[in-house]
């Protein structure tokens, strides 16, 4: 399992937790309005740091390495699809928290259930395309140098996505991820506590 692919399940994770607590919702409830707000805003960050990441720095690498430029160009334009549907659950998603209405609920669900088909589609296009390039190519130049500029982000950053990734990780997954477990654990307890503290309360 590449490290791509462990930042999908995350992606599918969320998405799916998202749907089910706005069924749950109850009319009024502006506590768990709030909530689902902060966990929206990370996931957010989250899925736009990732796509435009791979746009800007992925996929150039990857151009490089062989991977054909009209595949790249269908990967996006599934971005381009993805980031339509994420601008309405957005707009959705914050009037649900200035609104904690039952109906505005029901509006963020359907908007919800839309991006998850938006990227769920895409991401398992993109795991069909790169994925087995990913897993026998881990040790390719243009890999490697893609790999080296993920790794350029700052500790807040990074503490925050792993604390995010780690959330509800399987094993399998967890294995995947190339990262030191000293590190990972250094990354996680000092600059992913705003994630433990905010975020992932809000799924427990």
Not at 105 to 128: F, G, I, S, Y
Not at 185 to 203: C, E, H, K, N, S
């Amino acid at each position: 399992m590449s490290m791509n692919r462990v930042i999908h399940g995350a992606f599918r994770r969320d998405l799916d937790r998202f749907v089910s607590a706005l069924d749950d919702f109850r009319d009024g409830d502006a506590a768990r309005a709030a909530a689902l707000g902060r966990a929206w805003a990370n996931f957010d960050a989250q899925l736009v740091r990732h796509h435009e990441g791979e746009h800007e720095t992925a996929w150039p690498h990857l151009e490089r390495a062989g991977i054909t430029r009209a595949t790249l160009d269908q990967m996006d334009a599934e971005h381009a699809v993805m980031a339509g549907a994420l601008e309405i659950a957005r707009e959705e998603m914050n009037g649900l928290v200035r609104d904690p209405s039952r109906k505005r609920a029901d509006a963020a669900k359907e908007a919800m259930r839309d991006l998850r088909v938006a990227t769920v589609t895409h991401l398992d296009h993109e795991e069909r395309e790169l994925e087995a390039f990913y897993v026998t190519n881990a040790e390719h130049p243009e890999v490697k140098a893609m790999e080296g500029e993920f790794r350029k982000q700052s500790p807040a950053v990074g503490g925050q996505f792993f604390a995010w990734i780690l959330d509800g990780i399987t094993p399998d997954a967890r294995a995947a991820i190339p990262v030191p477990g000293p590190v990972l654990g250094v990354l996680t307890g000092l600059f992913g506590r705003g994630y433990r503290r905010d975020v992932a309360p809000v799924w427990r």
